[in-house]
């Protein structure tokens, strides 16, 4: 037995003295795939036009040596990062990552140009989600896309989610996992406007043309996300979360909560088990917020511990679904890629060793103490012993051997990167 073994033999059954059953929490946990996103492997660049600069009120800091630069490239570095991460997960691909020989235009992309896409994630067992790119792009460079007051710039955004939609259900049917196709458009202002109703009237229009179309739902399943701020939309953004709250629930579509997109102390955590009982589906952008930045890379913060908590207390694994949404240029990105999916697991994994009846019995009979102790001592349990064990069955690196592995490949690959 190896050593990891017997520490997790011993962590058993400290779990089992509280009712835990550690074994089963692996189960589960190696069931609930987490959708990795795309664009921290190249600063949401994209294939499109690798030298448009990134806009919309998001930026990627930093200039770490390495990125990816072609498809193959990031293609191999999301090989590498799966490969450091236990379990079995998703792909979350943007539009601009499509491959083509010629310039497409966003109101034209095709399955065809994302086939290759789709090749790879047979081979490796991945579903994949997917997001019309509504910034970055001469149409969206006044901060608008599908609330903007031209109709034709309008009609061209409302064309390229038309499109993103039906690539969305061509990956489902590719691969037999419904994809979630997600809509955020950055438009609003940088300062105070004095109308903010016509440009709501005018998203939920374009939304309602995007969405006229039923699509099956065993192939694509389509989400909104909002935002409460931008860089340079600090004062209004027309997407905000009581729009996309009502637009979701009264068109039957997901509804995508961005943990960055909030005032800093409203927690999407607390949002869900009201939502859950409203709404079929949800969404997660699994993100951190820092001052203007909402897409740090995820780590195990109050917080990220908060929001799985409230999946697995309700019972919505099934009906919430994770993504991350973080890039960080100034660190190794394969490694920021690892580090907040292994965390986003690690948090998982903590809510799953939560001996949650005994916790609910003490608050029913008013024993607020205990429970306070109860979640306290949970605190100083032994998971670690269960989280490498974990890394051990599913033959991933455990513990810090994860980045000898990302050190070896940044220097074999990445540093051979121009
Ligand atoms: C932006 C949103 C959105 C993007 C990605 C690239 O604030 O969070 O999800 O980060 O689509
Ligand atoms: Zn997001």
Redesign the pocket.
């Known amino acids: 037995m190896s050593k990891v073994e017997q520490a997790y033999q011993l962590a058993k059954d400290r779990y089992a003295e509280l009712g835990v059953d550690a074994e089963a929490a692996l189960k589960h946990l190696a069931e609930i795939p987490i959708s990795l996103?795309c664009?921290q492997g190249d600063d949401?660049v994209g294939f499109e036009s690798p030298d448009r600069a990134l806009s919309?009120?998001?930026m990627a800091t930093g200039n770490y040596p390495g990125k990816a630069r072609t498809a193959e490239q990031l293609r191999a570095d999301l090989d590498k990062a799966y490969s450091l991460i236990p379990g079995t997960h998703r792909l979350n691909l943007?539009a601009i990552y499509l491959e083509s020989d010629k310039a497409i235009p966003r109101n034209e992309i095709q399955p065809e140009h994302f086939k290759n896409w789709v090749d790879w994630a047979k081979a490796n067992n991945h579903g994949i989600d997917f997001?019309p790119?509504c910034?970055s792009h001469p149409l969206a460079d006044d901060g608008f896309t599908l609330a903007h007051q031209d109709e034709g710039v309008r009609q061209f955004w409302i064309e390229h989610c038309i499109a993103s939609r039906n690539v969305g259900a061509y990956f489902g049917k590719a691969l037999g996992s419904p994809c979630i196709t997600?809509v955020?458009v950055?438009d609003g202002y940088k300062d105070v406007p004095a109308d903010k109703l016509a440009p709501r009237q005018r998203l939920k229009d374009s939304l309602d043309k995007v969405f006229a179309e039923k699509l099956d739902k065993n192939h694509n399943l389509d989400a909104v996300?909002c935002?409460l701020f931008?860089l340079g939309f600090e004062s209004y953004t027309v997407g905000s979360h009581e729009f996309y709250m009502g637009y979701a629930l009264s068109n039957d579509v997901v509804l995508?909560l961005?943990a960055?997109?909030f005032h800093p102390t409203e927690t999407i955590s607390d949002k869900l088990s009201s939502m859950m009982l409203y709404i079929d589906e949800i969404l997660l952008?699994v993100?951190r917020g820092v001052r203007w930045d909402?897409?740090h890379v995820v780590t195990l913060s109050d917080d990220l511990q908060l929001i799985m908590q409230e999946i697995i207390r309700g019972g919505f694994s099934k009906r919430v679904h994770i993504g991350l949404?973080f890039?960080d240029a100034s660190i190794n990105r394969i490694a920021a890629w690892a580090i907040g999916t292994r965390n986003a697991q690690k948090a998982l994994l903590m809510a799953l060793l939560e001996p949650f009846d005994t916790l609910k019995g003490l608050e029913r009979s008013g024993d607020y103490s205990s429970r306070l102790a109860l979640l306290e001592e949970l605190k100083v349990m032994p998971f670690a012993a269960v989280w490498d064990y974990f890394c051990e069955q599913q033959g991933t690196p455990v513990g810090m051997k994860f980045m000898d592995e990302i050190k070896a490949y940044e220097r074999d690959v990445l540093s051979k990167r121009s």
Do not use: L, M
């Open positions: 996103h664009w949401v919309g009120g998001v943007h997001n790119t910034f997600n955020w950055p996300e935002k931008g995508c961005d960055g997109h952008h993100s909402s897409d949404d890039f």
